[in-house]
């Protein structure tokens, strides 16, 4: 059992996110019937479920809950009821970035979390338009009533805003395609640079689907400028070291793809690991401005430390 998933299971909220963010996806993505469709929706449904840590919905939860404070509990339970459909949005995100992110034109990876890639059981074609529609669907699951008249107009807008950005050419497909050009550039003699550029890439590719989720939670919990500004910088902080984190742990099991620029390949494993608690430290400290009411994002901090 791997030591995040064990840390997982300590904190009983994250397993209910999950379980409530399995519940909404099931109920928008459709089911496989007799249509000539139903390869489509088999496709989907595989690249969704079974599900992974679910994080972002639970950045997203935790970053409400921070924003909402310990008001009166019936509009809380309101909101946070809200924001799981506004995780799962951003979940649906994440999905389809893996989808295209294990095609032969990108990654070309067989297996996801231990099972066929989407393209791998089904075909690239299909895999292609699996992440299409998971895509669209995410936003339409924003615009849909359910989330609308709880959340309100305004504040939907807002967070279809948020996910559009952080999904697009300045936010995560931006960063995979600095992924793409980064190995074919020499970076000899040029750490510096090269450390930008990974902290640049990672913050784009990983680092603002983390930040949308949590403006997002911030947004359905009415969460304030300075307030929003600091969910914000956690989300960054946070962001960035789960990369490393997970850079680190490919390089010590000997996973790391040749020749892939990544935190370890510019600073080292020790340097890495220095990064990594470095900008651990200044979640925490961001998740410390919200008092009691942060006390999710400090388990969003706590579940991705080294043991």
């Known amino acids: 059992m791997s030591n995040r998933k064990s840390k997982g299971m300590s904190f009983p909220w994250l397993a209910q996110v999950s379980q409530m963010v ?16 139903t390869l489509l929706r088999a496709a989907m449904r595989h690249a969704v479920f079974p599900g992974g840590k679910r994080l972002r919905p639970a950045l997203a939860v935790a970053a409400c809950e921070a924003a909402l404070g310990l ?5 809380n339970d309101i909101r946070l009821a ?16 893996l989808v295209h992110d294990d095609l032969p034109c990108m990654d070309d990876d067989d297996f996801r979390r231990g099972r066929p890639s989407c393209h791998s059981a089904f075909g690239e074609a299909v895999a292609l338009l ?12 924003l615009m849909r009533p359910e989330f609308v ?3 309100g107009a305004d504040r939907a807008c807002r967070c279809a805003l948020e996910l559009a950005r952080a999904a697009g050419s300045a936010g995560m497909a931006g960063g995979q395609a600095l992924e793409l050009t980064m190995p074919r550039q020499s970076w000899a003699g040029r750490l510096c640079e090269a450390a930008e550029a990974v902290q640049r890439m990672e913050s784009m590719k990983t680092g603002c689907l983390f930040e949308a989720a949590a403006r997002m939670g911030g947004i359905v919990g009415g969460a304030d ?23 680190v742990e490919d390089a010590v099991a000997q996973d790391a ?51």
Do not use: N
């Not at 799981?84 to 949005?89: F, H, L």
């Not at 699996?130 to 699951?141: N, Q, S, Y």
């Not at 400028?225 to 850079?247: H, K, N, T, V, Y």
């Open 22 to 37: 399995d519940a909404a996806l099931d109920s928008v993505i459709p089911g496989c019937g007799a249509e000539p469709e």
């Open 149 to 151: 008249e709880v959340a």
């Open 130 to 141: 699996a992440g299409d529609a998971l895509l669209t669907l995410a936003f339409e699951l």
């Open 71 to 75: 008001g009166p509990r019936p509009e």
């Open 82 to 97: 809200a924001v799981i459909r506004a995780g799962a949005a951003v979940e649906l995100v994440h999905c389809y970035s």
């Open 257 to 307: 793809e040749s020749g892939r620029i990544t935190a370890v390949s510019v600073w080292g494993l020790e340097g890495a690991r220095e990064q990594f608690g470095a900008s651990m430290a200044q979640a925490a400290q961001l998740a410390d401005v919200f008092g009691e009411a942060g006390s999710k994002l400090r388990d969003m901090v706590d579940l991705i430390s080294f043991a």
């Open 225 to 247: 400028e300075p307030a929003m500004g600091a969910l914000s910088r956690f989300a960054c902080q946070f962001g960035l070291a789960f990369q490393i984190r997970d850079d």
